[in-house]
């Protein structure tokens, strides 16, 4: 009895600790076949935070009955400085584990299954120290083990009934080529422990609609489930057991897991619900969402058919043009810059402690973003595509990984984070975008082009791509296929690389003291007219 009051203890311990975690959090959207361009199925991940940016291609194997693997706990963060990853336990291996693409939250497999994630922490009662799976383990085990979305999904939730889940409330967004699932789950409390009788987990899974578009961004987005319907709708046996006997569900009512388990986000306004209006509004204009609603559809039509290019452009948004345009005001600076820095909450006005800056979607300190394509009618080595981005999106280049490469190049699979690497491609991306904040209205045009010149021939090229490996693949295998992806994703992200350091150099230059430098001379920009005379320029500077 007394090991478990002292367990519960530093449970509640370990909760204000993770109180904070909610400041590195992602956005994730999900796009079904009927309603992308091309039919494909689409999710994306931005990965806020500082999280392990390195891709790793993990071979599939097969397995003597018998054998265990181990899982761990901070696997995400593998490699940060600071950082601990511990062993957690171990699990019964499967007898055949798939190719999968591992980084801070696994993204992709052979098979076409692609997974994108986004905290929303939920519930502070809900957390166990017991359980041994975390989120970025239970991506890490489905993409080895699943060959569909909807299994993926089973697998993560029986995986984490079984053996307890010790993360916070999450969003997972899973894909095929033919499906698109959102799946959510939670902790069991602190009262489980290995060997209970009762799950080690609640989760949730609901489809998107082939027709529609979901986002999920810091909050529970599932919310009403017929699990009379497993073809639509699936979850923990307890799903609805345990929130009535919680008190957070009135049997009398209809059930919506979002109420349940993550009922009142903190800073819901800035940080959850505006990127939610912002992705639901711009793929569904004609719906006129209002940007201070409470709840949001689960999902949505678009207006019109979405393509990868729109995800991207939408991966790189900090509300412009509308009325909480991060690149205007005083807060942006004479130049326009959109990055607004966490503030403690000592340093705001008495009247304001509550209230936060507005959190875009793309974001100066994410790690990695990817949008990724999921295609029914390609064979496995080019069935999926996952389109790359290192650091933060609006100042990456986003470049092809096909899900039968086979190697990227160096500078994307290590590196350093607790110095400046130049073997690294994320300090390449990284330092662009930092020094694009000394005068953003002008850096972002370049940056602008860069991409535009890289990105458009990638998609320029892809349905030759495309043609090319499936010719490979009939005629000569998947082996074949699979070198020639791999030698087309290797050339391209170590292309971009290079130039993206060469392009470094440039701004260095370019941009040096506050000048706008060339060949032929340098050039004075100065300051905006409107912010000089916001700020009240030459007041009190003029000789008496």
């Known amino acids: 009895m007394r090991k478990r009051y002292l367990q519960i203890i530093f449970m509640t311990l370990l909760i204000l600790v993770f109180s904070v975690s909610n400041i590195y959090a992602c956005t994730t959207i999900m796009v079904g076949k009927d309603a992308s361009v091309d039919g494909s199925v689409m999710t994306t991940h931005t990965c806020d935070g500082n999280y392990d940016a390195r891709i790793q291609i993990i071979e599939g194997q097969k397995f003597a009955e018998g054998t265990m693997t181990t899982v761990y706990k901070g696997r995400c963060h593998e490699g940060i400085p600071g950082s601990e990853m511990t062993e957690a336990g171990q699990i019964p291996q499967v007898k055949e584990t798939y190719t999968y693409f591992h980084i801070a939250y696994p993204f992709m497999n052979e098979h076409g299954v692609m997974i994108g994630e986004a905290t929303f922490s939920g519930r502070r009662d809900l957390r166990n120290s017991d359980a041994i ?138 940080y959850q619900k505006r990127r939610e209006w912002r992705v639901l509004s711009i793929l569904a204009p004609s719906q006129n969402f209002d940007p201070k609603a409470d709840r949001y559809p689960f999902s949505v039509k678009p207006d019109k058919k979405v393509s990868a290019q729109d995800l991207m452009a939408i991966k790189r948004d900090h509300y412009e043009g509308t009325r909480f345009d991060l690149t205007e005001g005083l807060a942006a600076g004479p130049f326009g810059t959109p990055n607004r820095y966490a503030t403690p909450s000592a340093n705001k006005p008495e009247d304001k402690k509550s209230m936060d800056w507005e959190r875009a979607i793309s974001m100066f300190r994410c790690s990695y973003s990817f949008v990724g394509q999921s295609r029914s009618w390609l064979p496995a080595p080019m069935k999926s595509v996952l389109w790359f981005g290192e650091d933060a999106p609006h100042s990456t280049c986003y470049v092809p990984i096909y899900s039968g490469t086979k190697e990227l190049p160096e500078a994307f699979t290590s590196g350093r984070r607790d110095m400046f690497d130049r073997s690294s491609a994320w300090w390449a991306f990284d330092f662009v975008s930092n020094w694009a904040d000394l005068k953003y209205s002008y850096m972002i045009e370049d940056i602008q082009a860069m991409q535009n010149k890289y990105e458009d021939e990638f998609f320029a090229m892809q349905p030759a791509i495309d043609k090319a490996a499936q010719e490979i693949y009939a005629s000569y295998g998947a082996e074949k296929a699979k070198d020639f992806v791999t030698d087309y994703s290797y050339n391209q992200a170590q292309k971009v690389v290079n130039a993206w350091w060469d392009f470094s150099d440039e701004m260095i230059f370019k941009y040096n003291d506050g000048y706008i430098n060339s060949p032929d001379g340098i050039n004075s920009a100065g300051y905006p007219t409107e912010w000089l005379e916001e700020v009240g320029f030459g007041e009190g500077t003029v000789a008496e």
Not at 141 to 153: D, N, P
Not at 168 to 184: H, Q
Not at 196 to 209: N, T
């Open 133 to 270: 799976l975390m989120i970025e383990e239970l991506e890490r085990l489905a993409l080895q083990r699943a060959k569909t979305a909807k299994e993926a999904v089973q697998i993560m939730g029986s995986l984490a009934e079984k053996y307890g889940y010790g993360d916070g409330g999450e969003t997972l967004t899973v894909v095929d080529g033919e499906e698109a699932w959102m799946f959510e789950i939670v902790g069991p409390g602190p009262l489980w422990s290995p060997g209970s009788e009762k799950l080690g987990a609640i989760w949730a899974a609901k489809r998107v609609p082939d027709g529609h578009i979901t986002v999920a961004a810091n909050r529970s987005r599932i919310d009403t489930l017929d699990l009379d319907d497993p073809e639509n709708a699936l979850g923990s046996k307890n799903v609805k057991s345990f929130a009535k006997d919680m008190g957070w569900w009135d049997s009398s009512e209809e059930f919506v897991f979002c109420e349940a388990y993550n009922p009142d986000p903190y800073g819901a306004e800035y």
